[in-house]
């Protein structure tokens, strides 16, 4: 199987859905020509032409109210939002209308769009460009939503997101864009709402999403040279949250570490805690669910600071150890 | 290698020590057991001596400082060897082990460890309590290993290794069976428990029945025990020539028949001879509290009656104003409503004095215990033909005996000894109940 970079797994699973579906195409801020601002489009213009990638003037509101217009007339349209934090923008053609459209018309709409953009830190953007927040957009009913970690999934997903009926959120993270994974060639998909065991474990699981999978699984390999047996569990998809997988893997373990991405306030980290306390993996629990998030604080600037605005792989072998004692 | 000195403990009180004087100078080359430095404690100045040769390469506590016993002062090293790192060093002079990233798990760690445990309360995992909780096991018998006292789960297991009984196969199954706790079967260390360790309890342990101890069981062992615990008994026993009370209840019985329709007791001529008697005899016919001694008006004669699952005392009312037909028609229907436990509370209320009578099953003598709050019994024995001296002639001659229990509180010997010869002369000559 061929290692592949997490950007080229996510070109070529858009690619494969242009080909294999003509409804489907491409929207957002310089995807064309230009590729993208960090290149996941690059070469499906030459491909597939201006009228299935579609270049649009700098409005995050046009682009999702086009898509979710699309989408009702029965295209597949996968909106690109430059950067995460832009999402603040659409979010009234995607929360208000997209995510609504289905249940307001009794199922006689139904609107099969993504709507995929970067988010996170450690690239130096600042605050307006840094920003990691699906559980903001996981909270409403309609809207599903899938961040995935490796370029394997990353693939997988964004077809099964393509052929979902409803509007899915694609949250990557400018970090993986450079990761390599084995890939296979071909269709293939990874289901929504399955969360995924990444690294089997016996002392603790942790959950984690997006950027913190690798970083977890680094401290897991570090941990092992202590003796510390760490299970890593990708939970991949927040919406619809696969907790059944979750449950399962604490009561083998017995402690639970959530390693979150965005701020901790009401964090999606704090849905599977209260999932996992509320459920029969209870009577397991051998400490306190533990969460390790990003801080309440917009993303810094300065290099150092961002570093510790979220949870790095020192952090996450503090914070096994603190659970294990 | 380098040694990292520590304050030394000079004393079984010390806990710090403060430096004094170094008597080297960092760099200065130090022989083990050569005094290098002057510590002084709560009490004395010591002299200390160093506990490796090298270089006094670091002093970490200066002249005038005081630490904690065990902390470091000092490092002896080779000329050209590198230091552990300082920082690393005085961070474990701080008691910080850790690097800075942890300090928010520490001050997490001292805010719980200050929550007081509630009392009556354990602090376990839900997992610890989980495994207690499907092993029966008890978890203030646990002991914590978890942050801030918690049992988690792994100290619930090693309870139950270290309480692991062991057993075979089939002594477990015969366990179960018969629901025996196989803990209570202590062998020697590393013993298994054999079937036949099982078959040799079942044995020891083969109850037919048990029976709760409620209702009237709980009553009498209640009142028995607290008879026994707060009236000293003396016992006060004689013989009684029936003679005349059997002549007397022959030509009676059809006379009662007819009258009441009842054949006439022993019984019913004790309770009649008890009655008068005690009308003789006031004190016997008492109760004691602290206080006083409570003379009755009222001679009401309790008769103790035995029942399938117990015992019962009815009483019979002024037994000293009624007539003997009248005794026994009362007599007979008290019992009947006892055997059928249809006695109302004011059938066995009230009583004066009890008689007890277990000659019907050959008991020639015993002693009974005082129906609490009165103050004497009189238990009854078997009558019996016994050859006895009349006139200096041995003779046969139906005999009875009657034991006086008193409670010494409220009745001297002679005052009881008084009324049994009472009793004894009635029956002996049966017209004194008409007197």
């Known amino acids: ?325 | 290698m380098a040694t990292i000195v520590k304050m030394p403990k000079l004393g079984t009180t010390m806990t710090e020590g403060t430096i004094v004087k170094w008597l080297k100078n960092e760099g200065d080359p130090v022989e083990k057991g050569e005094i290098y430095v002057e510590i002084q404690t709560d009490k004395v100045n010591i002299e200390d001596e160093a506990e490796a040769s090298g270089i006094l390469r670091k002093i970490i506590v200066k002249e005038g400082e005081t630490v904690k016993v065990g902390e470091p002062i000092a490092i002896i090293a080779e000329a050209d060897e590198e230091l552990p790192d300082l920082e690393v060093v005085e961070d474990v002079a701080d008691g910080k082990q850790e690097e800075s990233a942890s300090v928010l798990t520490q001050e997490e760690d001292k805010i719980a460890e200050a929550i007081e445990a509630v009392p009556g309360k354990i602090k376990a995992s839900p997992a610890a309590k989980r495994v207690a909780r499907e092993k029966q096991i008890d978890l203030s018998d646990v002991t914590p290993s978890g942050p801030g006292g918690r049992i988690v789960e792994r100290d619930v297991l090693a309870y139950i290794q270290e309480h692991k009984v062991r057993a075979t196969p089939v002594a477990k199954k015969i366990a179960i069976k018969e629901q025996i706790d196989l803990g209570s079967l202590q062998k020697a260390p590393g013993e298994r428990i054999t079937k036949e360790d099982l078959e040799e309890r079942l044995i020891e342990q083969e109850i037919v029945d048990t029976i709760p101890v409620t209702g009237m069981r709980k009553i009498i062992a209640d009142s028995m025990a607290y008879s026994k615990q707060v009236a000293p008994h003396i016992y006060l026993s004689l013989e009684v020539d029936m003679s005349k009370v059997i002549d007397l209840r022959e030509r009676l019985i059809p006379l009662v028949q007819s009258h009441r329709d009842v054949k006439l007791s022993y019984n019913h001529i004790l309770i009649k001879a008890v009655a008068t008697a005690l009308k003789l005899n006031p004190l016997i016919n008492s109760s004691f509290t602290e206080e006083k001694i409570i003379l009755k008006q009222n001679i009401n004669i309790g008769l103790a009656v035995a029942l399938e699952d117990g015992l019962i005392v009815p009483v019979i009312k002024d037994a000293d104003k009624k007539g003997l037909a009248v005794i026994a028609k009362e007599t007979q229907e008290l019992i009947q409503k006892a055997k059928t436990k249809k006695l109302l509370p004011d059938d066995y209320q009230g009583g004066t004095f009890t008689i007890t009578n277990l000659g019907m099953f050959d008991i020639e003598n015993f002693c009974a215990i005082i129906n609490q709050p009165e103050t004497a019994i009189l238990a009854v024995g078997k009558i019996i033909k016994k050859p006895v001296v009349v006139d200096d002639e041995i003779t046969i001659r139906p005999m009875m005996n009657l034991t006086l229990s008193c409670d010494h509180r409220a009745i001297d010997g002679a005052v009881g000894a008084k009324f049994l010869q009472n009793v004894k002369q009635i029956l002996e000559e049966p017209m004194n109940m008409l007197l």
Not at chain 1, 87 to 99: E, K, P, R, S, Y
Not at chain 1, 120 to 147: D, E, N, R, Y
Not at chain 1, 172 to 179: A, M, Q, R, S, V
Not at chain 1, 286 to 307: C, M, T
């Open chain 1, 1 to 325: 199987m061929a290692e592949k970079l997490y950007i080229e797994a996510l070109r070529e699973g858009l690619r494969e859905e242009m080909i294999r579906d003509e409804n489907v195409f491409i929207i957002g801020e310089d995807v064309g020509l230009y590729g993208g601002a960090f290149g996941v489009t690059k070469g499906l213009f030459e491909e597939f032409g201006e009228n299935r990638i579609i270049d649009t003037p700098i409005s995050e509101a046009a682009i999702a109210g086009a898509a979710v217009g699309a989408a009702l007339c029965g295209m597949r349209p996968v909106a690109e939002i430059m950067f995460f934090d832009f999402f603040t923008i659409a979010m009234d053609q995607l929360v208000n209308q997209g995510a609504k459209n289905r249940y307001m018309f009794g199922g006689k709409a139904k609107v099969p769009m993504v709507i995929r953009g970067p988010m996170g830190c450690g690239t130096g953007a600042a605050a307006q460009h840094s920003q990691s927040f699906p559980s903001v957009l996981a909270h409403f009913p309609g809207l599903k939503l899938v961040m995935p970690a490796t370029p394997y999934d990353v693939k997988g997903l964004i077809k099964s997101a393509i052929r979902d009926d409803n509007p899915v959120v694609f949250a990557e993270h400018k970090l993986l864009y450079w990761t390599k994974g084995e890939v296979p060639e071909g269709d293939y998909t990874v289901p929504i709402g399955k969360a995924d065991v990444k690294r089997q474990g016996k002392d603790i699981t942790i959950v984690a999403g997006s950027i913190m999978v690798p970083r977890s699984l680094e401290a897991a390999q570090k941990l092992e040279e202590e003796g510390i047996d760490v299970e890593v569990m990708d939970i991949r998809s927040l919406k619809p949250l696969d907790l059944q997988t979750v449950v399962s893997s604490v009561k083998k373990t017995g402690r639970v570490l959530i390693v979150e991405d965005d701020p901790i306030s009401y964090g999606w980290g704090a849905e599977v805690a209260a999932g996992i306390v509320g459920s029969e993996a209870f009577d397991y629990l051998d400490a306190p669910v533990k969460r390790l998030a990003g801080l309440d604080i917009p993303i810094p600037y300065n290099p150092n600071l961002e570093k510790h605005a979220v949870p790095q792989v020192p952090n996450i072998i503090d914070a096994v150890k603190e659970v294990l004692r």
